[in-house]
Nanobody
């Protein structure tokens, strides 16, 4: 099984920045790397999708202009740069590796990393 490990979460004050990393044990080139988040009591939300050559293929309206997705396929790693953080960004952030065109539920998921903004 492919393993995904997120890191870089933590606690930060409003307006601060964090960079999340997601390193996989499998290849990433040509696959969709995505970030989701889930806040307590709320539905899971797609945050970003990043292609190997297309760059950020999707960014949620709620984070547009503040978050940037990127990847380094040579390192099998995806990133989520988060700037101007707000309390409503508090959530567990998950990384997903999947084929393009299939639901995220069919992809490989990391265990998540907590981001808390106060």
């Amino acid at each position: 099984d492919v393993q995904l490990v997120e890191s870089g979460g933590g606690s930060v004050q409003t307006g601060g920045s964090l960079t999340l990393s997601c390193t996989t044990s499998g290849y990433t080139y040509g696959l969709c790397m995505a970030w989701f988040r889930q806040a307590p009591g709320k539905a899971r939300e797609g945050v970003a999708r990043i292609g190997s050559t297309s760059g950020t293929a999707f960014i949620a309206d709620s984070v547009k202009g503040r978050f940037t997705g990127s990847r380094d396929d040579a390192k099998n790693t995806a990133y989520l740069q988060m700037n101007s953080l707000k309390p409503e960004d508090t959530a567990v952030y998950f990384c997903v590796r999947r084929l393009w065109g299939v639901p995220a539920t069919m992809g490989d998921w990391g265990q998540g990393t907590q981001v808390t903004v106060s």
